[in-house]
DNA sequence: ATAATTTCTTAACCTAGGTTAAGTGCTCTA
DNA sequence: TAGAGCACTTAACCTAGGTTAAGAAATTAT
């Protein structure tokens, strides 16, 4: 595995999905990867757990991550996938910091970008900029939360599931659909009844 | 009516809001408030509609708004109720400056602070402590929809019910209950047989 | 390759919550 | 103070989606 490359393409991953929003100059972006760091982690591997303190964020350079929570019924609901240039993390708990209900679990072997609740709050007074940054994308993240909450009291199954498809086509092949079930809330069995429902047609 | 009061009242309370999260000199307060309107609204009184580009966003002073949807089927959701001390807004048409989904409506004759978009940008650039106060009230929000989400995914119809009542205890009594019954995500006429059946135990 | 474990499918049956409709209050407004 | 809307309730009936269970297919580990 070149090893090498994938360093090389996280670090410009991360510093190009800041620069959509605010323009670093090359000094804090040095200064803000100084902060980071960087890790393999195999698919299965759980990075948080429900319970725990969330006590990182995690920007994705490559692979899939999924956060989740369990249920009193054991039943596990997917709040979040997060594949190549999404953020992923309890935000709850990170900034409660009390503990939280989430798990977060790599589904596909990935590289991920590591920061610290520690790290992050020193950058913000370091590199002020970076507040407005999380700000856009806390607000950009609440719509398509308000979005999903939405379509989730006034549309079907059916319709979610196609919205699903076509906002994120890639996932559906590379993650269990169990999962893409949870995440549109149906149960699996349902999940595949549509499918074969809309195979018909 | 006394006037100046209730003017008081909500500089006072915007201004504590904000002190909430970040501090600002008097003279930053000065400036906020030189940036922003107070207006009364009556009941029924619609500050935004669907199919309107959002330009503005609402700090409750007193009274009640509610944020809501309007499917295919002319049936209404409502996303958000924002009683005293709370924000309000679409933040998706604000954000990107496209056409809405959302109508704010009054719920209850309000006093509401106004702030436009323009003036919320010159904001920042004169007061970049802003951006960390609504950071802070997006993460928050973020949080907030989460929760909302994974509960329509995990509990009944009822828990939800019983998790509204103590969460916002003061809103039964002042907002129909039809209104309560979209929030949580059934019909009315569910909600009344839940209701009743509730009042059994 | 083969066993072991997941994931997916199918099907019969079940239920939380929706729909329709009719009736009973409210509460504004005239 | 009447009466025109709203807001709420009740009840019969309906349906999207859940549950249970068992087998088939695909992965993963050995």
């Not at 804090?28 to 698919?43: D, I, M, N, V």
Request: hydrophobic residues 40%.
């Amino acid at each position: 595995m070149p090893k090498l490359n994938c360093i090389f393409g996280v670090m410009q991953s991360i510093l190009e999905n800041i620069a959509k929003h605010v323009v670093l100059t090359s000094e804090e972006q040095a200064l803000f990867l100084s902060k980071t760091e960087t890790k393999q982690f195999k698919a299965k591997t759980i990075l948080l757990s429900a319970g725990e303190i969330a006590t990182c964020t995690y920007f994705v350079n490559s692979g899939i991550l999924r956060s989740f929570n369990i249920n009193d019924n054991i039943i596990e609901h997917v709040l979040h996938f997060a594949c190549e240039g999404w953020w992923i993390g309890d935000m709850y708990s990170y900034i409660s910091r009390k503990p939280g209900n989430l798990f977060i679990e790599v589904l596909e072997e990935a590289e991920v970008v590591i920061i610290t609740k520690e790290n992050h709050q020193k950058l913000y007074q370091e590199i002020p900029k970076l507040e407005r940054f999380f700000r856009i994308l806390a607000e950009n993240s609440l719509v398509s939360h308000q979005e999903r909450l939405m379509d989730n009291l006034s549309i079907t199954a059916e319709e979610r599931f196609e919205k699903f498809c076509s906002k994120y086509p890639t996932l559906i092949q590379r993650v269990p659909q169990k999962h893409i079930a949870s995440f549109i809330g149906v149960t699996p069995e349902f999940f595949s009844k549509m499918k074969a429902r809309l195979l018909k047609k």
